[in-house]
């Protein structure tokens, strides 16, 4: 399918059979006099006197508990740029979509005007004081497509000032499925994340975060490498250093990307495409690992990357082996969050939330499974990616976004985190039946399709 294919069957997707890729539908009956009457007046003063009487009963009479705000000012969308509220929301009607499809999450996509700077830029503290507003209304807050470096300040002041869940996903998303496939790809090359050498090129929201969760999980600062539009980030440099930059600058000869890559373990690209070749690749160290995430095109096609000499390669793109795909991350993310009623996503949560991506790509897929995504993915299928009682292999170090062990395991790793950590209102007692129901309810919802089972 070439490009105008593609533009104008998405065109017509958007359109047809109505506008947009949302629907509000009761989840009560409302087909009665007896059913209006509970529905709204006089019946719906029962549950407004017993929330003002104990304001956390808001979760037990609405469907605050289940429900998302996926809030956007427009400033840099996907591969788009500063496009503004109104051309964002179909992106963030999408978010909505995944939300229901894989987490059976309410989520309302919100794209705010007026809280730019006349330059365009976001301007944090009408972003923030809006977003504050809305708080009665959602379990939880998911930014979206937000410009740095301003991202960071909104995402860092509604966390101090809500008591939900506030979770920026270009940023964290992206890192805690990169940190799961970069860990897992560690395992088949017989490599320590202590010892490594790691290059991440691009500084931007997701790099900074790429970058972070690496160090988290045990990589020493001196051995990660920050580079941007300007080359290595180091100690004596001064021009295009911010706060967020300085935290990575080090002391280095290397002052481009060609030089920063020599002997490195680990590549991470969130930048531009086509900026690394062949010999970049075979500088680095032995069996080297190439995330190449840029969107549409990677830094380095896998092909090439792999003709280079690299062990293990991952893009962003769903037509290619190990997507790093945020689909993997925030439905199961949030769901775990919602269902312990946590005040916050930290720092336990999301490395949980890697924990969950990493066992599920090591288990034996169970046939049930195995059954859905050989109908999803029927290449892979044939190909033998799913057989093994240990699957994972240099060609799947992530696990597929329609996998459905993917929601009820994240969620169910990042509810026990919430609970460890004190994030937790309300307490889960057994895990594995957990798990479970939150498959089950997936299954119930609608949402997720039906496959043979023999």
Same mark, same amino acid.
């Given at each position: 399918?070439?490009?105008?294919?593609?533009?104008?069957?998405?065109?017509?997707?958007?359109?047809?059979?109505?506008?947009?890729?949302?629907?509000?539908?009761?989840?009560?009956?409302?087909?009665?006099?007896?059913?209006?009457?509970?529905?709204?007046?006089?019946?719906?003063?029962?549950?407004?006197?017993?929330?003002?009487?104990?304001?956390?009963?808001?979760?037990?009479?609405?469907?605050?508990?289940?429900?998302?705000?996926?809030?956007?000012?427009?400033?840099?969308?996907?591969?788009?740029?500063?496009?503004?509220?109104?051309?964002?929301?179909?992106?963030?009607?999408?978010?909505?979509?995944?939300?229901?499809?894989?987490?059976?999450?309410?989520?309302?996509?919100?794209?705010?005007?007026?809280?730019?700077?006349?330059?365009?830029?976001?301007?944090?503290?009408?972003?923030?004081?809006?977003?504050?507003?809305?708080?009665?209304?959602?379990?939880?807050?998911?930014?979206?497509?937000?410009?740095?470096?301003?991202?960071?300040?909104?995402?860092?002041?509604?966390?101090?000032?809500?008591?939900?869940?506030?979770?920026?996903?270009?940023?964290?998303?992206?890192?805690?499925?990169?940190?799961?496939?970069?860990?897992?790809?560690?395992?088949?090359?017989?490599?320590?994340?202590?010892?490594?050498?790691?290059?991440?090129?691009?500084?931007?929201?997701?790099?900074?975060?790429?970058?972070?969760?690496?160090?988290?999980?045990?990589?020493?600062?001196?051995?990660?490498?920050?580079?941007? @539009?300007? =080359?290595? %980030?180091?100690?004596? &440099?001064?021009?295009?250093? +911010?706060?967020? !930059? $300085?935290?990575? #600058?080090?002391?280095?000869?290397?002052?481009?990307?060609?030089?920063?890559?020599?002997?490195?373990?680990?590549?991470?690209?969130?930048?531009?495409?086509?900026?690394?070749?062949?010999?970049?690749?075979?500088?680095?160290?032995?069996?080297?690992?190439?995330?190449?995430?840029?969107?549409?095109?990677?830094?380095?096609?896998?092909?090439?990357?792999?003709?280079?000499?690299?062990?293990?390669?991952?893009?962003?793109?769903?037509?290619?082996?190990?997507?790093?795909?945020?689909?993997?991350?925030?439905?199961?993310?949030?769901?775990?969050?919602?269902?312990?009623?946590?005040?916050?996503?930290?720092?336990?949560?999301?490395?949980?939330? @890697?924990? =969950?991506? %990493?066992?599920?790509? &090591?288990?034996?897929?169970? +046939?049930?499974? !195995? $059954?859905?995504? #050989?109908?999803?993915?029927?290449?892979?299928?044939?190909?033998?990616?799913?057989?093994?009682?240990?699957?994972?292999?240099?060609?799947?170090?992530?696990?597929?976004?329609?996998?459905?062990?993917?929601?009820?395991?994240?969620?169910?790793?990042?509810?026990?985190?919430?609970?460890?950590?004190?994030?937790?209102?309300?307490?889960?007692?057994?895990?594995?039946?957990?798990?479970?129901?939150?498959?089950?309810?997936?299954?119930?919802?609608?949402?997720?399709?039906?496959?043979?089972?023999?």
């Amino acid at each position: 399918m070439d490009d105008k294919q593609q533009t104008e069957l998405s065109l017509r997707y958007h359109r047809l059979p109505s506008p947009g890729k949302l629907s509000v539908e009761p989840s009560k009956p409302c087909e009665t006099q007896q059913d209006l009457s509970l529905a709204y007046s006089p019946g719906v003063a029962a549950p407004c006197l017993a929330i003002k009487e104990d304001p956390s009963r808001i979760f037990e009479y609405t469907g605050r508990g289940n429900t998302v705000a996926v809030v956007s000012d427009g400033t840099a969308v996907l591969g788009l740029g500063n496009i503004g509220p109104e051309a964002a929301l179909p992106v963030m009607e999408g978010k909505a979509v995944l939300f229901k499809r894989f987490a059976a999450i309410n989520a309302v996509p919100i794209c705010l005007a007026g809280v730019h700077t006349d330059t365009g830029a976001s301007d944090p503290d009408r972003f923030v004081e809006t977003v504050k507003r809305l708080a009665p209304n959602y379990g939880g807050i998911n930014l979206e497509d937000i410009a740095a470096p301003a991202c960071f300040e909104i995402e860092e002041r509604l966390k101090r000032e809500m008591e939900i869940p506030v979770f920026h996903d270009d940023q964290h998303g992206t890192a805690i499925i990169c940190l799961a496939g970069i860990l897992n790809s560690l395992e088949l090359v017989g490599k320590s994340i202590g010892r490594v050498r790691i290059v991440v090129n691009g500084a931007g929201a997701a790099g900074l975060s790429c970058a972070r969760m690496c160090r988290a999980a045990g990589a020493a600062k001196e051995n990660i490498l920050l580079c941007d @539009s300007r =080359g290595v %980030i180091h100690d004596r &440099r001064r021009a295009g250093m +911010s706060a967020h !930059k $300085r935290e990575f #600058a080090r002391s280095t000869d290397a002052r481009c990307l060609e030089d920063a890559m020599k002997g490195a373990d680990v590549f991470l690209g969130l930048s531009c495409g086509n900026c690394v070749c062949g010999d970049m690749v075979r500088s680095m160290a032995r069996d080297p690992i190439v995330f190449a995430m840029a969107n549409p095109v990677p830094e380095i096609f896998p092909t090439e990357a792999i003709e280079a000499g690299a062990a293990v390669v991952g893009t962003g793109r769903s037509d290619f082996p190990n997507q790093v795909n945020n689909v993997l991350g925030f439905p199961g993310i949030f769901r775990g969050a919602l269902d312990v009623r946590a005040d916050r996503i930290d720092e336990q949560m999301k490395m949980a939330a @890697s924990q =969950g991506l %990493i066992e599920v790509a &090591r288990e034996e897929m169970p +046939s049930d499974v !195995k $059954r859905r995504l #050989a109908a999803v993915y029927p290449a892979d299928h044939r190909g033998g990616l799913f057989d093994g009682a240990d699957p994972l292999k240099p060609g799947c170090v992530i696990p597929k976004p329609f996998d459905p062990r993917v929601v009820p395991r994240v969620a169910r790793k990042v509810a026990d985190a919430a609970m460890k950590s004190g994030a937790a209102y309300v307490a889960i007692h057994d895990l594995e039946k957990y798990e479970t129901r939150v498959r089950d309810a997936i299954e119930r919802s609608g949402c997720s399709p039906r496959f043979p089972t023999d």
